[in-house]
């Protein structure tokens, strides 16, 4: 609700359990018809339930968005030529992306230091870093904009997949010759873990990393 894009062409989707299930005025929350599921389960059944809409924007529960995030991804997907998935710029407790951008700032692009907005002040910000894209193999998909067509184009993510559903995507579209894509100029705060040190054993994770390393052929 508190994003700058139309809100007459957002449709929003919460896939939730049924025990959980969260109920907001203008939301549909929908139950995945099976007790247990992994979370690239969730992320089809949402796009089945979203298929008539032109971009599926799929976000972590532990993910605050700045109020310019999804009108410039799409600006950005509409811009690519060989446009695959686009990511926002977190600046997530893990650390990850903090991209080097030659030319603008030296050394990694950080986006806060310790005086930076707090993740509720973004919610009323919009990005300050410039329209910049940053392209990558693989992308840790906390919060990913897939265009329809990408969707229908590189498949549905490997429900089979207790994790790694994320960089296994990432590969898929590489190799479709699609982009995985980074903006800077839509921003988002993610929280980092925190969904997945709750139901993520270290056994689940073992066989996620052994079963992409076997599937993809890494170390």
Not at 27 to 37: A, F, M, N, S
Not at 45 to 54: I, K, L, N, P, V
Not at 132 to 146: G, K, M, R, S
């Amino acid at each position: 609700k508190n994003l700058s894009y139309p809100k007459d062409r957002l449709r929003i989707i919460i896939v939730s359990p049924l025990w959980y299930a969260p109920n907001y005025e203008g939301v549909e929350t929908i139950h995945p018809q099976k007790p247990d599921y992994f979370n690239a389960h969730a992320l089809n059944y949402g796009a089945f339930h979203a298929s008539d809409c032109e971009y599926f924007f799929m976000i972590n529960d532990d993910v605050i968005l700045a109020k310019n995030c999804l009108t410039n991804l799409v600006a950005v997907a509409g811009q690519c030529g060989n446009a695959g998935i686009f990511m926002p710029i977190g600046n997530d407790a893990q650390g990850k992306y903090l991209a080097p951008v030659p030319h603008v700032l030296p050394g990694p692009y950080r986006l806060f230091d310790s005086n930076g907005p707090s993740p509720w002040e973004m919610m009323n910000s919009e990005s300050p870093y410039p329209d910049i894209i940053t392209f990558h193999e693989t992308l840790c998909l906390y919060a990913v904009l897939i265009p329809r067509a990408v969707f229908s184009h590189v498949g549905i993510f490997d429900d089979s997949r207790a994790g790694h559903d994320d960089v296994d995507y990432c590969k898929r579209v590489a190799l479709k010759g699609l982009v995985n894509a980074i903006c800077f100029n839509a921003l988002c705060y993610h929280a980092g873990g925190v969904t997945s040190e709750k139901t993520f054993t270290p056994e689940m994770r073992e066989h996620s990393e052994r079963t992409y390393n076997e599937k993809w052929g890494g170390a």
